[in-house]
């Protein structure tokens, strides 16, 4: 078991998160070898301050949440996107197939449409551990259909190396010619993560989802919800729509320009007053327990907007032993409005240090990060990213600001480029003094290519004042 306290950017928020991981071996893909264990995943993946496992409970609301809710729609009930087997036309199935492989598993290459796709794992040769039975068998891929069968849809395959602990994820994953037994595999996209570290795709990039995030550690696992422990993790979902991409998002792939509409990366929170009116008819003592560890999740960790679909389908994992009567209705009755969006961006980080460096200084020439001084009561926007060696995936500064020999009182004000109002001080100073206040700052997290990555200055005094504003470090 793994335990890390994990602390805010914006607040004095301490948690503890344990994750403790075991493979397990239930039914899943047709004609797998004993080596192969389908539906592999009992615990949260990843390390435990990572964006899927980090608890959201106490984390800021974000000031346009009434806005976005309201363009999901408020009466828009949930509905589960897995389940069991689709008898009325085998073999098609519901929910995402994941598997694992041990570390032996041969890797063959994946042809890929999009060129930001891994071509195999960090530190690992090139390829990924398809199985030969998936060419020709069913219920290897999302959808059910044996690889050459190249059907529609979105076609995933979720893979595990156990072993080494890797986690492979493909999207539009075919096997071509189409009905042959000895097709060569194509994907429209591809991934690899190391299970043991959090690192990114690279800001940009796409995975076998929008988002650019892996999908596998999203997924409403039966297992899990029958377990008799907590679930400890965010769930996948998806909106008919999207404006721009947050932290944990690398990955544009905006669908609407609507300024209501969710980004990807975005998180929305069960509110923690929200209780079930009733359970669906039939539900056993064991159903019931599920249901509420489901309904635990969604409050302390919430769902991450991690695709385009249909509006507040929440994405889990085929399973057989799924019964969608029961879970179709439990879902239907947990509305859009039960839920808040969480402050975009907000999640646990990491520090990287810069060389000390300014950032901007208003005292020099006209420009983007110099003149003119802050005039009384008003306010400028900058851009981190690109300056300082700050990469345009930093979503969070530190550093030094300054107010330089000003003729009157006041105060500074930081800002995140996407938010107006309700910032703390940053600096007060004085007359004729020049004082200096070290800061922590989250940057924009707007939609709008413009806007993201930027913060504002506000001066809240009697007369201009310049300000400089030195770095020393960001957080992603």
């Given at each position: 078991m793994r335990c890390l306290a994990i602390l805010g950017l914006e607040g004095a928020l301490a948690v503890a998160v344990c994750v403790e991981t075991a493979w397990a071996q239930p039914s899943g893909c047709l004609g797998a070898p004993a080596a192969v264990h389908c539906g592999t995943v009992d615990a949260a993946l990843f390390p435990a301050d990572n964006w899927w496992n980090v608890p959201v409970a106490l984390a800021p609301l974000d000031p346009r949440s009434a806005e976005v809710v309201s363009w999901i729609?408020?009466?828009?009930?949930?509905?589960?996107?897995?389940?069991?087997?689709d008898t009325g036309n085998p073999p098609a199935i519901y929910g995402m197939v994941h598997f694992s492989v041990p570390?032996?598993?041969?890797?063959?290459?994946?042809?890929?449409?999009?060129?930001?796709?891994d071509a195999g794992a960090p530190g690992r040769p090139p390829g990924y551990p398809i199985p030969p039975e998936a060419k020709t068998n069913a219920k290897w891929i999302e959808g059910g259909y044996a690889g050459n069968a190249n059907p529609g849809g979105d076609k995933h395959m979720l893979v595990v190396d156990r072993d080494n602990r890797l986690l492979f994820e493909l999207w539009n994953l075919r096997c071509l010619p189409t009905g042959s037994a000895s097709c060569a595999w194509a994907g429209g996209s591809g991934a690899a993560w190391s299970l043991d570290t959090n690192a990114r795709r690279p800001f940009g990039w796409t995975s076998g989802d929008a988002a650019g995030l892996a999908i596998l550690p999203g997924l409403v696992r039966y297992s899990e919800a029958y377990s008799g422990s907590p679930i400890a993790h965010a769930f996948r979902v998806t909106t008919r729509g999207v404006n721009g991409f947050v932290y944990p998002a690398s990955h544009e792939a905006t669908t609407t320009t609507n300024a209501n509409a969710p980004a990807l990366g975005a998180r929305l929170r069960l509110k923690a007053g929200f209780s079930l009116a009733s359970y669906p008819s039939g539900a056993s003592a064991a159903d019931r327990d599920a249901m509420d560890r489901v309904v635990a999740a969604m409050k302390s960790y919430g769902l991450i907007v991690a695709d385009t679909g249909s509006d507040m389908y929440v994405s889990g994992a085929y399973d057989a032993r799924w019964d969608n009567g029961l879970w179709n209705p439990f879902f239907s009755e947990i509305r859009a409005g039960d839920f808040e969006l969480v402050e975009a961006g907000w999640g646990a980080a990491r520090f990287y240090p810069v060389v000390p460096c300014r950032l901007l200084d208003t005292r020099d020439a006209a420009g983007p990060w110099g003149a003119p001084a802050l005039a009384a009561g008003g306010s400028r926007t900058f851009v981190a990213s690109g300056r300082c060696g700050l990469p345009e995936s930093a979503r969070a500064i530190a550093g030094n600001l300054t107010a330089a020999t000003p003729s009157a009182s006041g105060e500074l004000k930081l800002v995140p480029g996407d938010r107006s109002a309700g910032s703390p001080t940053a600096l007060s100073y004085a007359a004729g003094i020049t004082r200096t206040n070290s800061f922590v700052l989250r940057l924009s997290g707007a939609s709008s290519a413009a806007a993201w990555g930027t913060f504002g200055i506000r001066n809240e005094g009697a007369a201009s004042v310049d300000a400089v504003l030195d770095v020393n470090g960001y957080f992603e």
């Open positions: 729609g408020t009466t828009r009930g949930m509905h589960p996107d897995f389940g069991g087997d570390g032996t598993q041969p890797l063959v290459s994946v042809d890929f449409d999009y060129p930001d796709s």
